[in-house]
């Protein structure tokens, strides 16, 4: 039962007192972000990650995210995740050999004049690509800063790997859609009509697809129905849905807009369905829809329950842990120059 799952944790919690850390993102489901040591996004776990002491990192979150916090901990701490299964869509669809191939075909094209940048979403090898070729990661809550500083490294930059963050954050930059290209790592052709020399941003033709399916309808529906309401979205959702948005930003941006509005005040939210769910319950003096009435989950985030949970940290307790998440010392090494480049700043 979930009684006797949760008596387990809290048993192999206490056991283990400050040897054991808990990060979970804001995405994860209540009953398992109960136990979290500390909540936050992207940005925050991955600092979390790099300051804390203890032995062992039970990462309630997706694959790429415990490689993150692998790669900033030292040698003597371990990290896993409850649940081998749970990664990420948008972060498969950058892979290292797709990415070696996008990288000779467009600096034979454009010369030495390009930055890649990665967004955390994002293997370690990918991130080490980045790290080697003298650029760095970026989150959602850092995006136009990394990227201002890129463009004044290189002429132009590559984004990996989603391009309605890469869109949005250069857009509002002030960078014109017109010098904004797309690269397909599966036909692995350039989409751009125009002078190659204009361009600013390679976008990578990746996306999420839980914050892909918030659309203009949706939108167009909460105005006809809530004409009160203010639309508040992740810019990981497409151009044109945050166009029409009333705002949009990262995880932490949502959640503080939200904590901060007046009572009474009404929103429809576009980004993960565990997060709106807990900001309506969290915040019964305001009126909370999600932007998507059929609400979108992400299931690799909700790979991670009970179950798996209280099953890896009753392995650790035994001594015989299970899923360790280990990236090798060359790939950690370059992977940390792109970290370091965003966190150091
Ligand atoms: P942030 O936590 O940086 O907002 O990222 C959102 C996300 O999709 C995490 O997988
Ligand atoms: Fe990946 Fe999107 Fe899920 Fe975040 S919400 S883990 S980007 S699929």
């Known amino acids: 039962s979930d009684e006797a799952l949760k008596q387990l944790i809290q048993n192999a919690k206490t056991e283990l007192g400050n040897d054991l850390f808990i990060p979970g993102h804001h995405y994860q489901k209540d009953d398992v972000i109960a136990f979290a040591d500390a909540r936050g996004d992207s940005l925050e776990l991955a600092r979390k990650s790099a300051e804390t002491p203890a032995k062992h990192i039970v990462f309630c979150g997706v694959h790429f995210m415990a490689e993150t916090a692998d790669i900033l901990t030292d040698d003597d701490q371990n990290v896993y995740l409850p649940d081998m299964r749970a990664g990420c869509s948008m972060a498969d669809m950058a892979n290292i050999d797709q990415t070696e191939i996008a990288w000779d075909r467009l600096t034979d094209m454009l010369g ?62 002030g960078i014109p859609l017109e010098q904004m290209a797309v690269w397909d790592p599966i036909l692995e052709t350039l989409i751009f009509e125009g002078d190659l020399d204009d361009i600013k941003v390679i976008l990578w033709k990746g996306h999420c697809s839980v914050h892909e399916n918030f659309t203009v309808h949706n939108v167009e529906s909460v105005r006809a129905e809530h004409p009160d309401m203010t639309i ?53 003096d305001k009126h909370i ?26 392995s650790l307790r035994q001594g015989e842990p299970i899923n360790p998440i280990t990236v090798d010392e060359t790939t950690s090494e370059q992977a940390t120059m792109a970290l370091e480049r965003m966190l150091k700043r």
């Open 232 to 284: 508040i979205v992740h810019p990981e959702c497409k151009r044109e849905v945050v166009a029409l948005s009333d705002d949009a930003g990262s995880t932490r941006h949502i959640i503080q807009t939200i904590e901060n509005a007046p009572a009474g005040s009404a929103w429809a939210i576009g980004t993960e369905m565990n997060l709106v769910k807990r900001l309506i319950d969290e915040n019964p």
């Open 112 to 173: 030495d004049t390009i930055l890649p940048m990665t967004y955390v979403n994002s293997t370690a090898a990918i991130k080490a690509f980045v790290g080697k070729h003298g650029g760095a990661t970026t989150t959602s809550s850092n995006c136009e800063s990394m990227m201002t500083w890129a463009l004044t490294q290189k002429e132009r930059i590559m984004f990996l790997p989603d391009q309605h963050l890469g869109r949005n954050t250069a857009y509002n930059l």
């Open 289 to 314: 829809i999600s932007l998507n009435p059929h609400m979108c989950p992400c299931l690799t985030m909700n790979r991670i329950d009970l179950p798996h949970l209280a099953w890896c940290l009753d």
